[in-house]
C-alpha cells in the first residue's frame, strides 16, 4: 500500500512540520500486522513529498483475526489488502499522522490552518462502485480528482477492468483536511473488503468527519458503508460450503444504498407490500386459519399474519438457518407474549425434502420462492407440497417477466434477482400451474398483483390453488410426476 | 393354565402387576423379572417428588411411568408395571398404551388375603396408612377379577398363595411370527390366486421337485439343496383350482418345506366357511364352488390351517418381513389387531377410486427400515424395489406372470400366466402406465437428513454428524445441488502431506513416501493433479438404463456436477458432455465388459475457470491488479529516495522481492483459465471408476483404474484428458527418488503438483483405514493458496506450523461415507439410504478446517 502528498506551497517543506515527520529521516512504525514506513522521496522548499508505504503481514493478519476462528474461505488469505489503499491503508494513517489529524502542531500552531495545493496519490485504490462513485466522494470536498483505470489483467485482455484505479487528488486544502477525508473515504471505498481492528467505528467516524461530512451529498452512504461492515456469522456452515466449491458469496451490501437485508424484497417496498396484502386477502377469503409460509425468509409475512387473530396456527418454514434466526430476531420471538407465541411456529425445512411437519394447514404459501428453485427441481417441490403436504390451498407468487421491461435500471434479459433461476411469463407461468393442478387435483385461479399493464401485465403474478375435495378420492392423480 | 407352577408369557408383552398394598409384587418382581423391565410406581414418585409414598405426586409418578413404559415397548422390550393396578381406570391406561404400541398386554393378579398383605404392611415403618386402605383397594380388586378378559388382556394369570407367589417360574415363549431363526435361502411367492399349473411350472423353474399324492395330485415340493418356500398369500378365489393350490401348500407347510401368511382372501374364506355373512365376490364363489367338489373333509382341513395362518413372518434375524400386504417397520414382529389388519389389507386412505376399490396408501414410500419385505396383494406389472420392500403379485391370474424372488439372492424369477383366469374390475396395469407413476422410493424425507445424525459404515464404524453442519447442508443441497438420485456419491476432502522439513518448501514427496511405509504400504502411484475443479461423472448407457435405474425424465442420461453437488453445466450441454462420455466408453467397450448400464467416475473437469471463472476474476485477478497498481510504484518512490541518499535498501528489496512475487503469483492463477466455448476448451480427466451395476471398484487397483482412463482418453482424445502416473516401490530409495523427480519436473513446468496414493487402492493399517491419497502441491501453485509471498522465508517458518490432525480425521471420515454411498449404490439400496451418506459428506465439508489445506 502505498500513499503519497505532495505540497506544492512555498517553503513546502512545512510539510514535516504539519506531519511531525522530519524530511530527511526513514521512520518505522508498527502495526496489528505489518509495518508503516514514512519518508520523503523528494523535499525541496519548492516541491515536498511525503511517502507512506505499508508493508502487511499476510500471516499475522490471518492469525490475529477476531475471535481467533479459522477463515472459512481462501479470499481470506489471497487478498488485496496488502497491496490496495482502503482500511488498513486509513489505520496506518490515523496510527501514522494521529497528531496531525487531530490538528496538532505545537512547533508550528499556525500552519494547521494552512491551506496548501496539494497532490495526494493512493497508487492502488478499490473502487468497485466505479470511477463515478470516486468522483462522487471527493469532488464535493474540493478536490479535482483523477482516477486512472487499470486492467484486471493485462494477459487476460476479454477481462477487461479492475475494480481499482491509480488515484490522484489535487486541490488546495489543510493537510489535516485531507488527512481526514483519506481517513474516512477509504475504508468507505473498500467497502465489503473493509477490515477494522477496533470496534470504536462511530466514535472515529465522528472525529475524522464532523467538520465536512454533515454537508457531504453522499453523507447517508458513506456512514453507511463505513458502519456496516459486519458480515454475519463468518463461522456459517453455509458459507464455508459455498466458498469450498470456489462460488463467489454472495455480497449484499454492494451496489445498494438502503439497509441491507431482505434478499426476497428485490422491488422497491411498495411492491412487496402489495403482495402481501395480496396474499392475505386470498387467505382470508379462503378462510384458512393454518397457514404455513414456505420459503418465509425474514418473517415478513409472519408478521402480518400475526397480526390478524383469526390466523390460528402460522407457521414460517424455510431452508435457510440464518433467515429463520433473522425472522426470529424481527418478530422479536424471545419476548412475545405466550399467547401470540403459541400461533407461530418456526420450521426449518424444505421444499425438496418431505416433511410431515407442513401437513395438514388450510394453505401453504410459496411467496417468491419457485424462482429460486432450479427447474429440474421443480417437480420435486410440486411433489412435497401438492402431493405431501396436501394443504387445502397453496397460494404461489413469482415475478412476471413480461413487465422487467418497465424497470429501467434493469438489464434487458436479466433477471431481479441474482439467485433467480427463472422468471415466468405469464403464459409460463399458467402452464406450469395447470399441469401441477391436474396432476395433484387441485383447480387453478391466477390473479395480477398489483396495478397490470395493458401490455405486459402485472409485476409479480399469483396463483391460487384449490384443492378439488370431490376429486380427493381419486388418489392415484397425487402419484403423477407434476411438472 | 395346565401347570400352575410355570407362568408363560409372550416374549414381548406388557406385564400388569394387579394386586393391593403389602401382596408382593414388588418382590415377585424382583425375583423374576430383570433389573431394568420392572417400572414401579413408587420409584416413579420418588422420582419426581423425592418421597416414594407423596400421593400428591400421583399425577406426575404415573406421567413418568406410562412414558417409560412407552420408550420401552416401542422399542419391543417386554416390561412389568409394578403399581397396584387395581382401578379399572389405571389398567385401561396401561392396555390402551400396550395397543398403542402393537405389544399384547397380560395381567398378573397377586391375589393374597388381605391379612397377609394388613400384616406385611404393619412391620413396614413407611407403610403407615391404615387398614381401610388396603381394605378399599381389596374390594376394588375383588370386583375386578370377573372382568379382566373383557378389558382386553389377553392372559390373566391368578396366583393366590404367598407360597404360589414365591415359587412359580416365568416361561418367555416366542411370538407366533417370530422366525428369526429361520435364515433360508428362500423362495418367496407372489399371489396364486389359484394358479396351480403355473405354480407347479414356477416351483420346478426354482428348482424344487414336487411330491405328488396317488391320483397325481401335487402335495409337496422338495427343493435338493434345503431351499423352502415362502408364500405371500391369497393362494386362492379367482383362479381354476384353489384346492389343488392349497393342497400343495399345506402339505409343503407340514412338511416343514415351507412357510406362508395369510391374504386377505384366506382371510375372507374362512368366515365364509365359518357361515359368517360376506359378500361372495371377487372370486371367492369359484373357490366355494371348488371346494365343494373337494368334499367336507378337505373343507375343514382348509378352514383350520387358514385359521391358524400367523399374519406376518419375521425371518432370518430380523432381516427379512413376509406379509401379504407389506407391513410398517412399528409392526414388525408385533402382534394386534391392527398389525393383522395392515399386514391384511395394507395401509388405504379410507377412500375408495372409481371402480369401488379401496385406495391404498404407497406405505413402502415411507419405509425406512432395515428389514427386506417381501409382500403381495396389489398387482404391478413389474416387481420394483421401493425402499427395500418388493410387490410379488404381478397378477399371474389377470394374465399377468407369477413371481418368487430368491433371497438372500434378490433374483426375480417369473412365469407367465398360462392364460387370462380371470378378468379383472379394474384395467390391469400396462407397463408403461406403470412406468409414469411416480417412483415412490425416490421420495427422501427431512427426518432422512436432519439434525444431529450417525451415519453407520462398513469401513469406519459409526461417523456423527452434527446438527449444525446437517442444517448447512440441507441449505446447499436444496438451493445448489443437482436431484439427489443423480448424485449417489460426493468426494471426500483430501489432506495435504506432512509438512516439509526442508527451508524454502512447504509440502514434498518425500513425506507422501514416508507416510505410506509407515503405514505398511509398499507401492504408491503418483498421479498428477489436474488444474481444473473435481467432477463426479455419472453416465448411463442410454436413456432406459437411466430412467429405470435412477429415474431419469426423458431425455437426461446422468450428471456431471461438483464436489458439493452442483450441475457443472445446464442441461444442454451436461448432456452433450456425456454423449461425448458415452460414445468413449462405448468404443473402448466398457459397458460391456464392467457389464454395467452406468458408470459413475471420479474425475477433474479442467480448466478451473470452467466453474471458478467469477472466483478468478474477483479474488484472484483482483488481487493481482491490486499488487501492479501498487508494488511498481513503490519501487519508483523508493528509488527517488534512494537516490536523495536516504537509507530504504532493505525496504527497497523487500518491496522488489514481493513485485517478483506478485508477478510469480499472476502466472500461477493464469494457468487455470483459458477461454471456453459450450465444451469446446473443456476437457474430463477420469481417474477412478468408483461404482459400476453391482459393484464400488476400491478394491480394484488404482493402475486397473488409470487403465480404464486411458482407454476412454484413447476413446476420445479431445475431451478426455489423460492423468499422468508415475509408480514408486517405497522399498527403493532409487525409486523415491526418482519420484521426487517426476515432481518436480511436473511443477517445474508449472504443474499444480500430484497425489500420492496406495498403488492398492483400498488399505487398512492394523488400527485403521489408510488415507487413501496424500497431496503434495507445487512451490508455485501454493502461492495463490496461501500468499503471494508466503515464499519468503520468516513467512514460511511461520505457516510450517500448521495442523493437520482435523483435517486427515476429516479426510478419512468423509473417505468411510463415501464408500458406503458406493457401496450401497452398487447393492442397489433405496434413495434415502444412498442419500444419507452422501449428505453427511457434504455436512462434514461444513466444518471448520483450513481451507488452504
Given at each position: 500500500m502505498l500513499l503519497t502528498m505532495t505540497s506544492t506551497a512555498s517553503s513546502a517543506t512545512d510539510l514535516g512540520f504539519v506531519l511531525h515527520k522530519h524530511p530527511d529521516r526513514v521512520q518505522t512504525f508498527d502495526l496489528a500486522a505489518g509495518r508503516a514506513h514514512v519518508f520523503y522521496p523528494e523535499a525541496t522548499p519548492e516541491r515536498c513529498t511525503v511517502a507512506l508505504l505499508v508493508e502487511t503481514d499476510p500471516v499475522a493478519l490471518v492469525r490475529g483475526k477476531q475471535g481467533g476462528r479459522p477463515a472459512f474461505s481462501l479470499g481470506e488469505y489471497v487478498n488485496d489488502r496488502p497491496y490496495a489503499g482502503g482500511s488498513h491503508l486509513a489505520q496506518a494513517l490515523g496510527r501514522v499522522f494521529r497528531s496531525a489529524l487531530a490538528g496538532s502542531c505545537p512547533h508550528r500552531p499556525e500552519l494547521v490552518d494552512r491551506v496548501v495545493p496539494l497532490d495526494i496519490r493512493v497508487a492502488s485504490v478499490p473502487a468497485p462502485g466505479g470511477l463515478d462513485r470516486v468522483v462522487r466522494l471527493f469532488a464535493p470536498l474540493g478536490w479535482s480528482v483523477d482516477a486512472t483505470p487499470m486492467a484486471l489483467d493485462p494477459e487476460v485482455p476479454r477481462w477487461g477492468e479492475a475494480a481499482y484505479v491509480d488515484l490522484t487528488l489535487t486541490g488546495a486544502m489543510t493537510v489535516r483536511a485531507a488527512l481526514q477525508h483519506l481517513y474516512v473515504l477509504l475504508p468507505v471505498l473498500a467497502g465489503s473488503k473493509h477490515y477494522w481492528v477496533s470496534s470504536d467505528e462511530v466514535d472515529k467516524l465522528l472525529r475524522a468527519g464532523s467538520e465536512w461530512l454533515p454537508a457531504h451529498p453522499e453523507r447517508e452512504w458513506i456512514t453507511h458503508r463505513y458502519l456496516a461492515r459486519k458480515r454475519e456469522s463468518v463461522d456459517d456452515a453455509l458459507a464455508r460450503l459455498i466458498a469450498l466449491d470456489d462460488a463467489v458469496s454472495e455480497d449484499e451490501d454492494e451496489g445498494g444504498g438502503g439497509g441491507g437485508g431482505e434478499q426476497r424484497e428485490d422491488r422497491p417496498v411498495p411492491l412487496a407490500v402489495c403482495r402481501r396484502a395480496a396474499v392475505l386477502a386470498e387467505l382470508r377469503a379462503l378462510d384458512a386459519h393454518h397457514v404455513v409460509d414456505l420459503g418465509c425468509g425474514p418473517g415478513a409475512l409472519l408478521r402480518d399474519l400475526l397480526a390478524d387473530a383469526s390466523f390460528t396456527r402460522i407457521v414460517g418454514a424455510d431452508v435457510s438457518a440464518g433467515a429463520l434466526d433473522a425472522a426470529a430476531r424481527r418478530l422479536r420471538l424471545a419476548r412475545m407474549p405466550d399467547s401470540q407465541r403459541a400461533r407461530l411456529e418456526l420450521l426449518h425445512s424444505s421444499v425438496t425434502y418431505r416433511d410431515p411437519r407442513l401437513d395438514g394447514a388450510d394453505a401453504i404459501v410459496l411467496m417468491e420462492v419457485v424462482e429460486h428453485v432450479d427447474p429440474e427441481r421443480l417437480p420435486t417441490l410440486a411433489r412435497t407440497v401438492f402431493g405431501s403436504a396436501r394443504p387445502r390451498a397453496v397460494i404461489v407468487t413469482t415475478p412476471n417477466v413480461e413487465f422487467n421491461v418497465r424497470y429501467e435500471g434493469l438489464a434487458p434479459g436479466a433477471f431481479r434477482h441474482p439467485d433467480h433461476r427463472f422468471e415466468w411469463t405469464r403464459a409460463e407461468f399458467e402452464d406450469w400451474c395447470q399441469s401441477v393442478g391436474a396432476a395433484y387435483g387441485y383447480a387453478v385461479r391466477l390473479a395480477p398483483v398489483g396495478e397490470v399493464d395493458p401490455e405486459v401485465g402485472p409485476s409479480t403474478q399469483m396463483a391460487v390453488f384449490t384443492r378439488a375435495d370431490s376429486a380427493l378420492a381419486q388418489g392415484s392423480e397425487a402419484e403423477g410426476s407434476g411438472g | 393354565?395346565?401347570?400352575?407352577?410355570?407362568?408363560?408369557?409372550?416374549?414381548?408383552?406388557?406385564?400388569?402387576?394387579?394386586?393391593?398394598?403389602?401382596?408382593?409384587?414388588?418382590?415377585?418382581?424382583?425375583?423374576?423379572?430383570?433389573?431394568?423391565?420392572?417400572?414401579?410406581?413408587?420409584?416413579?414418585?420418588?422420582?419426581?417428588?423425592?418421597?416414594?409414598?407423596?400421593?400428591?405426586?400421583?399425577?406426575?409418578?404415573?406421567?413418568?411411568?406410562?412414558?417409560?413404559?412407552?420408550?420401552?415397548?416401542?422399542?419391543?422390550?417386554?416390561?412389568?408395571?409394578?403399581?397396584?393396578?387395581?382401578?379399572?381406570?389405571?389398567?385401561?391406561?396401561?392396555?390402551?398404551?400396550?395397543?398403542?404400541?402393537?405389544?399384547?398386554?397380560?395381567?398378573?393378579?397377586?391375589?393374597?388375603?388381605?391379612?397377609?398383605?394388613?400384616?406385611?404392611?404393619?412391620?413396614?415403618?413407611?407403610?403407615?396408612?391404615?387398614?381401610?386402605?388396603?381394605?378399599?383397594?381389596?374390594?376394588?380388586?375383588?370386583?375386578?377379577?370377573?372382568?379382566?378378559?373383557?378389558?382386553?388382556?389377553?392372559?390373566?394369570?391368578?396366583?393366590?398363595?404367598?407360597?404360589?407367589?414365591?415359587?412359580?417360574?416365568?416361561?418367555?415363549?416366542?411370538?407366533?411370527?417370530?422366525?428369526?431363526?429361520?435364515?433360508?435361502?428362500?423362495?418367496?411367492?407372489?399371489?396364486?390366486?389359484?394358479?396351480?399349473?403355473?405354480?407347479?411350472?414356477?416351483?420346478?423353474?426354482?428348482?424344487?421337485?414336487?411330491?405328488?399324492?396317488?391320483?397325481?395330485?401335487?402335495?409337496?415340493?422338495?427343493?435338493?439343496?434345503?431351499?423352502?418356500?415362502?408364500?405371500?398369500?391369497?393362494?386362492?378365489?379367482?383362479?381354476?383350482?384353489?384346492?389343488?393350490?392349497?393342497?400343495?401348500?399345506?402339505?409343503?407347510?407340514?412338511?416343514?418345506?415351507?412357510?406362508?401368511?395369510?391374504?386377505?382372501?384366506?382371510?375372507?374364506?374362512?368366515?365364509?366357511?365359518?357361515?359368517?355373512?360376506?359378500?361372495?365376490?371377487?372370486?371367492?364363489?369359484?373357490?366355494?364352488?371348488?371346494?365343494?367338489?373337494?368334499?367336507?373333509?378337505?373343507?375343514?382341513?382348509?378352514?383350520?390351517?387358514?385359521?391358524?395362518?400367523?399374519?406376518?413372518?419375521?425371518?432370518?434375524?430380523?432381516?427379512?418381513?413376509?406379509?401379504?400386504?407389506?407391513?410398517?417397520?412399528?409392526?414388525?414382529?408385533?402382534?394386534?389387531?391392527?398389525?393383522?389388519?395392515?399386514?391384511?389389507?395394507?395401509?388405504?386412505?379410507?377412500?375408495?377410486?372409481?371402480?369401488?376399490?379401496?385406495?391404498?396408501?404407497?406405505?413402502?414410500?415411507?419405509?425406512?427400515?432395515?428389514?427386506?419385505?417381501?409382500?403381495?396383494?396389489?398387482?404391478?406389472?413389474?416387481?420394483?424395489?421401493?425402499?427395500?420392500?418388493?410387490?410379488?403379485?404381478?397378477?399371474?391370474?389377470?394374465?399377468?406372470?407369477?413371481?418368487?424372488?430368491?433371497?438372500?439372492?434378490?433374483?426375480?424369477?417369473?412365469?407367465?400366466?398360462?392364460?387370462?383366469?380371470?378378468?379383472?374390475?379394474?384395467?390391469?396395469?400396462?407397463?408403461?402406465?406403470?412406468?409414469?407413476?411416480?417412483?415412490?422410493?425416490?421420495?427422501?424425507?427431512?427426518?432422512?437428513?436432519?439434525?444431529?445424525?450417525?451415519?453407520?459404515?462398513?469401513?469406519?464404524?459409526?461417523?456423527?454428524?452434527?446438527?449444525?453442519?446437517?442444517?448447512?447442508?440441507?441449505?446447499?443441497?436444496?438451493?445448489?445441488?443437482?436431484?439427489?438420485?443423480?448424485?449417489?456419491?460426493?468426494?471426500?476432502?483430501?489432506?495435504?502431506?506432512?509438512?516439509?522439513?526442508?527451508?524454502?518448501?512447504?509440502?514434498?514427496?518425500?513425506?507422501?513416501?514416508?507416510?505410506?511405509?509407515?503405514?505398511?504400504?509398499?507401492?504408491?502411484?503418483?498421479?498428477?493433479?489436474?488444474?481444473?475443479?473435481?467432477?463426479?461423472?455419472?453416465?448411463c448407457r442410454d436413456e432406459a438404463v437411466a430412467a429405470t435405474r435412477f429415474g431419469a425424465s426423458p431425455g437426461e442420461t446422468g450428471a456431471l456436477y461438483t464436489r458439493t453437488g452442483r450441475s457443472f453445466f445446464g442441461p444442454d450441454l451436461t448432456e452433450q458432455a456425456l454423449a461425448r462420455l458415452r460414445a468413449a466408453a462405448e468404443s473402448a467397450g466398457l459397458f460391456d465388459g464392467l457389464d454395467t448400464g452406468w458408470l459413475l467416475l471420479d474425475a477433474e473437469v479442467v480448466p478451473w475457470s470452467v466453474k471458478a471463472e467469477g472466483l478468478l476474476r474477483e479474488q484472484y485477478a483482483a488481487v493481482g491488479a491490486a499488487a501492479r497498481g501498487a508494488l511498481p510504484a513503490a519501487l519508483d518512490i523508493l528509488a527517488a529516495a534512494t537516490e536523495r541518499g536516504l537509507d530504504v535498501a532493505p525496504l527497497l528489496q523487500r518491496t522488489r522481492e514481493r513485485w517478483a512475487d506478485a508477478e510469480a503469483y499472476g502466472a500461477a492463477y493464469r494457468r487455470y483459465c483459458w477461454e471456453v466455448d459450450g465444451l469446446t476448451g473443456v476437457q474430463v480427466a477420469p481417474f477412478q471408476v468408483l461404482a459400476t451395476e453391482g459393484r464400488a471398484s476400491q478394491d480394484k487397483d488404482h493402475l486397473w483404474h488409470l487403465g480404464i482412463a486411458d482407454r476412454l482418453v484413447a476413446g476420445d482424445p479431445e475431451f478426455v484428458r489423460p492423468t499422468r502416473r508415475f509408480v514408486v516401490d517405497l522399498a527403493s530409495e532409487a525409486a523415491r527418488a526418482a519420484g521426487t523427480s517426476w515432481w518436480e519436473d511436473l511443477t517445474a513446468a508449472g504443474g499444480e503438483g500430484m497425489v500420492v496414493k496406495p498403488l492398492a487402492n483400498l488399505v487398512r493399517s492394523p488400527k485403521q483405514l489408510v488415507q487413501p491419497g496424500l497431496k503434495v502441491r507445487g512451490r508455485e501453485y501454493l502461492r495463490i493458496i496461501y500468499d503471494p509471498d508466503y515464499t519468503m522465508p520468516d513467512n514460511l517458518d511461520r505457516l510450517c506450523q500448521r495442523g493437520l490432525g482435523h483435517k486427515r480425521s476429516l479426510a478419512l471420515r468423509e473417505y468411510a461415507l463415501g464408500l458406503e454411498a458406493l457401496e450401497r449404490l452398487a447393492a442397489g439400496e433405496p434413495l434415502w439410504r444412498v442419500h444419507e451418506p452422501v449428505f453427511a459428506v457434504l455436512a462434514l465439508e461444513s466444518e471448520p478446517v483450513d481451507p488452504r489445506l
Open positions: - | 393354565m395346565t401347570d400352575d407352577r410355570v407362568l408363560t408369557l409372550p416374549e414381548v408383552c406388557l406385564v400388569v402387576l394387579i394386586g393391593i398394598s403389602g401382596s408382593g409384587k414388588s418382590t415377585f418382581a424382583e425375583r423374576v423379572f430383570g433389573e431394568f423391565e420392572t417400572v414401579s410406581s413408587d420409584y416413579c414418585r420418588g422420582i419426581v417428588a423425592d418421597d416414594v409414598n407423596d400421593q400428591a405426586a400421583t399425577p406426575d409418578a404415573f406421567a413418568l411411568l406410562h412414558h417409560i413404559v412407552g420408550a420401552r415397548l416401542r422399542r419391543g422390550r417386554l416390561t412389568v408395571v409394578d403399581a397396584t393396578n387395581v382401578q379399572r381406570d389405571a389398567r385401561a391406561q396401561l392396555v390402551a398404551l400396550a395397543r398403542e404400541h402393537d405389544v399384547l398386554p397380560v395381567a398378573i393378579v397377586l391375589n393374597v388375603p388381605e391379612s397377609v398383605a394388613r400384616e406385611r404392611n404393619r412391620t413396614r415403618a413407611d407403610r403407615d396408612f391404615g387398614d381401610h386402605v388396603t381394605r378399599r383397594q381389596h374390594d376394588q380388586l375383588r370386583r375386578s377379577l370377573r372382568g379382566l378378559q373383557r378389558e382386553g388382556f389377553r392372559g390373566v394369570h391368578i396366583l393366590t398363595t404367598p407360597e404360589q407367589i414365591d415359587t412359580v417360574a416365568i416361561h418367555r415363549e416366542r411370538l407366533l411370527n417370530d422366525y428369526r431363526d429361520e435364515h433360508g435361502p428362500f423362495d418367496v411367492i407372489g399371489d396364486v390366486h389359484g394358479c396351480r399349473s403355473e405354480l407347479e411350472t414356477l416351483l420346478v423353474r426354482l428348482g424344487y421337485e414336487i411330491t405328488r399324492d396317488e391320483s397325481g395330485r401335487p402335495v409337496d415340493a422338495v427343493h435338493p439343496a434345503g431351499r423352502r418356500a415362502v408364500f405371500v398369500g391369497d393362494l386362492v378365489d379367482r383362479g381354476p383350482d384353489s384346492p389343488g393350490v392349497l393342497r400343495l401348500v399345506m402339505g409343503l407347510t407340514a412338511a416343514g418345506h415351507g412357510f406362508c401368511v395369510p391374504g386377505n382372501h384366506e382371510n375372507k374364506l374362512v368366515r365364509a366357511l365359518d357361515g359368517r355373512q360376506v359378500q361372495v365376490s371377487h372370486g371367492l364363489a369359484e373357490t366355494l364352488e371348488q371346494l365343494a367338489a373337494e368334499g367336507d373333509d378337505f373343507t375343514v382341513t382348509v378352514r383350520e390351517w387358514c385359521r391358524g395362518l400367523v399374519s406376518h413372518l419375521v425371518l432370518d434375524d430380523g432381516r427379512l418381513v413376509v406379509a401379504h400386504a407389506g407391513l410398517k417397520e412399528a409392526y414388525h414382529g408385533r402382534a394386534s389387531g391392527r398389525v393383522r389388519s395392515f399386514a391384511l389389507y395394507g395401509d388405504t386412505t379410507g377412500e375408495t377410486d372409481e371402480f369401488g376399490l379401496p385406495v391404498r396408501y404407497p406405505w413402502a414410500g415411507d419405509y425406512r427400515g432395515r428389514a427386506m419385505v417381501l409382500y403381495g396383494h396389489t398387482p404391478t406389472p413389474v416387481p420394483e424395489w421401493v425402499n427395500n420392500t418388493m410387490c410379488l403379485d404381478t397378477g399371474c391370474v389377470f394374465g399377468g406372470h407369477l413371481t418368487a424372488l430368491r433371497y438372500p439372492e434378490k433374483e426375480v424369477v417369473q412365469v407367465p400366466a398360462e392364460q387370462v383366469w380371470y378378468e379383472s374390475v379394474k384395467p390391469f396395469p400396462t407397463v408403461a402406465e406403470d412406468a409414469r407413476r411416480a417412483r415412490a422410493g425416490d421420495e427422501l424425507d427431512l427426518a432422512d437428513v436432519m439434525g444431529a445424525r450417525v451415519v453407520q459404515t462398513g469401513h469406519h464404524g459409526r461417523v456423527t454428524v452434527r446438527a449444525e453442519n446437517a442444517a448447512g447442508a440441507l441449505e446447499v443441497m436444496s438451493r445448489f445441488a443437482i436431484h439427489p438420485r443423480w448424485l449417489p456419491y460426493l468426494p471426500p476432502t483430501m489432506s495435504p502431506v506432512a509438512t516439509s522439513t526442508r527451508p524454502d518448501l512447504l509440502e514434498h514427496p518425500d513425506e507422501a513416501f514416508g507416510a505410506y511405509a509407515a503405514d505398511g504400504v509398499t507401492e504408491v502411484v503418483c498421479e498428477e493433479k489436474h488444474m481444473g475443479s473435481r467432477g463426479v461423472v455419472l453416465v
